[in-house]
């Protein structure tokens, strides 16, 4: 199934995404955990698709599945059945020995508690990861500074986590991200740990991103993030709910 002509797009949020083939294609996604002899159906047959440059949030109940479903995305996990294709690779079929390198080159992955190296500076929690890409090192170090001036800490470069506020953490976490051009960034609720001014700060950031081109799927609690996105998905045991990125679906999840 295509949404080709169908992208969601929706005057109010201005909806950028470029009528392409899609980024991400998932189809069927199936993954069941076993709790003791009791089979757990986490993803009971997810398919959608997301074009280049959408910014989609996920939504739905504690054990809806969202965070199965991102880790499946990013490949940090194998479905139990179905597919996930990024750039049109089936990455669901990636050989166990290929997933480091197609997890560094193909997704970036933001978290709640930012997860940066407390020892390192912002520039060095940035720079690491593009060890193992044979970037130069002075390339990264400029690559590195480029991406922390963006996300608005150029004067924080040689700061270390705990000498950075909640939300800088953040953004040095998304510039980290970024590092290797990812074709999708995973957001695990980065708004998560912040306070709602701090908040807007990320959700602006993520939306600028977006506009620029870069696909982002955020997974939130927060339905005042969710409206700010193009495109919300909500799941409900282990299926999506309501997609508003299906015609005649919008506004639905809301
Ligand atoms: N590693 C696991 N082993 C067993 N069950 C799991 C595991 N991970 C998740 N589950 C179960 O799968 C369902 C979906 O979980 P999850 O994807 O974490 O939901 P969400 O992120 O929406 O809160 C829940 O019922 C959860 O208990
Ligand atoms: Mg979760």
């Given at each position: 199934m295509s949404n080709k002509g169908n992208n969601g797009r929706n005057g109010s949020n201005g909806n950028h995404a470029v009528d392409s083939e899609p980024v991400l294609r998932i189809r069927d996604l199936r993954k069941t955990y076993m709790q003791g002899k009791i089979p757990v159906h986490a993803l009971d047959g997810v398919s959608f698709d997301v074009k280049k440059g959408e910014l989609l949030s996920i939504v739905g109940p504690s054990g809806s599945g969202k965070s199965?479903?991102?880790?499946?995305?990013?490949?940090?996990?194998?479905?139990?059945?179905?597919?996930?294709?990024?750039?049109?690779?089936?990455?669901?079929?990636?050989?166990?020995?290929?997933?480091?390198?197609?997890?560094?080159?193909?997704?970036?992955?933001?978290?709640?508690?930012?997860?940066?190296?407390?020892?390192?500076?912002?520039?060095?929690?940035?720079?690491?990861?593009?060890?193992?890409?044979?970037?130069?090192?002075?390339?990264?170090?400029?690559?590195?500074?480029?991406?922390?001036?963006?996300?608005?800490?150029?004067?924080?470069?040689?700061?270390?986590?705990?000498?950075?506020?909640?939300?800088?953490?953040?953004?040095?976490?998304?510039?980290?991200?970024?590092?290797?051009?990812?074709?999708?960034?995973?957001?695990?609720?980065?708004?998560?740990?912040?306070d709602t001014k701090t908040r807007e700060v990320i959700v602006d950031l993520l939306k600028g991103l977006s506009e620029k081109g870069q696909t982002i799927i955020v997974v939130t609690h927060d339905m005042d993030v969710a409206r700010q996105t193009d495109r919300i998905i909500t799941m409900r045991d282990g299926m999506i709910a309501s997609d508003t990125g299906v015609k005649g679906n919008e506004g639905q999840g809301l």
């Open positions: 199965t479903l991102l880790s499946m995305i990013g490949l940090l996990d194998r479905p139990t059945d179905g597919s996930v294709f990024i750039d049109d690779v089936e990455i669901t079929k990636a050989k166990e020995s290929e997933a480091p390198r197609i997890r560094r080159e193909k997704i970036g992955f933001v978290f709640q508690h930012f997860n940066l190296l407390a020892t390192l500076t912002a520039m060095e929690n940035v720079d690491i990861a593009m060890r193992f890409t044979g970037t130069s090192k002075n390339r990264r170090k400029e690559r590195a500074f480029e991406l922390l001036t963006m996300v608005g800490l150029g004067d924080r470069v040689k700061h270390k986590p705990s000498e950075l506020s909640g939300g800088q953490q953040q953004r040095v976490a998304i510039a980290r991200a970024l590092a290797n051009e990812p074709a999708i960034l995973l957001a695990d609720e980065p708004t998560g740990a912040v």
